[in-house]
């Protein structure tokens, strides 16, 4: 099994509502990432776990909540988000917890915020 | 901090030909890896190529090869004999470890029938 799944592919949510994307990887690899991509742009990172600890939060609103219940699930917790916030969420994966092996990317969940 | 650099936001290129994309980066790290990506329209963003900076050997994959200019701090990726799946946003990235996966703003190819 060589691919990274996310649920759900496509979400739309109210300012005041609670929802989570979801993030699955069944290679034993030891860091995982959520990046944010808007239209035409580069991913820009967000949050990276690296064995099952967050290592790296690059200053995102506290209104994205992430998690790691485990080395092979990545959740992303979202409450009260602005319209601004809509964009594709990309998750990824690496082996050994080092980022500049090959990262393996998820398909993205595309989150639309009314 | 690092930084990438892509120069070209969009190229073509008619099938069977070959093309080249170009990238500069700066990093004031002395370990990093440099990478290419690839996303399809509506699909996954997948590995093209890696380049080790300690390696001088320019990495090849099937069609996809760089040219590693380390002084210079250029990475450009060359296509051969372009095929329509090949159209796609290609990312330039470098990544020292210290600092992740940073993205050049990308290019995007439309390889013509």
């Known amino acids: 099994d060589t691919e990274v799944t996310q649920t759900p592919k496509h979400l739309v949510m109210g300012m005041t509502n609670k929802k989570s994307l979801k993030c699955e990887q069944h290679?034993?690899?030891?860091?995982m990432y959520w990046y944010k991509q808007k239209a035409k742009k580069p991913p820009e990172l967000m949050f990276v776990?690296?064995?099952?600890?967050?290592?790296i939060n690059e200053s995102v609103p506290s209104r994205f909540s992430p998690e790691c219940p485990n080395s092979s699930l990545l959740n992303l917790h979202l409450h009260a988000l602005q319209p601004e916030d809509s964009a594709l969420y990309l998750c990824?994966?690496?082996?050994?917890?080092?980022?500049?092996?090959?990262?393996?990317f998820g398909p993205g969940t595309r989150l639309t915020v009314l | 901090a690092q930084t990438v650099t892509q120069s070209q936001p969009e190229m073509s290129v008619q099938e069977a030909e070959t093309v080249t994309l170009s990238c500069t980066y700066d990093?004031?790290?002395?370990?990093?890896?440099l990478f290419w990506y690839k996303q399809p329209p509506s699909r996954q963003m997948i590995l093209v190529i890696r380049?080790?900076?300690?390696?001088?050997q320019n990495a090849t994959e099937n069609r996809f090869s760089v040219n590693f200019q380390k002084a210079a701090k250029s990475f450009s990726l060359k296509i051969s004999d372009s095929q329509l799946g090949d159209t796609a946003m290609y990312f330039c990235?470098?990544?020292?470890?210290?600092?992740?996966?940073?993205f050049g703003k990308g290019t995007r190819l439309s390889v013509i029938a």
């Open positions: 990824a994966s690496s082996r050994f917890g080092d980022s500049r092996l090959e990262q393996f």
């Open positions: 290679m034993g690899h030891r860091a």
């Open positions: 776990y690296s064995y099952e600890k967050l290592s």
């Open positions: 990093t004031s790290e002395n370990n990093y890896y």
């Open positions: 380049q080790e900076a300690y390696k001088q």
């Open positions: 990235a470098s990544d020292s470890g210290n600092t992740p996966l940073v």
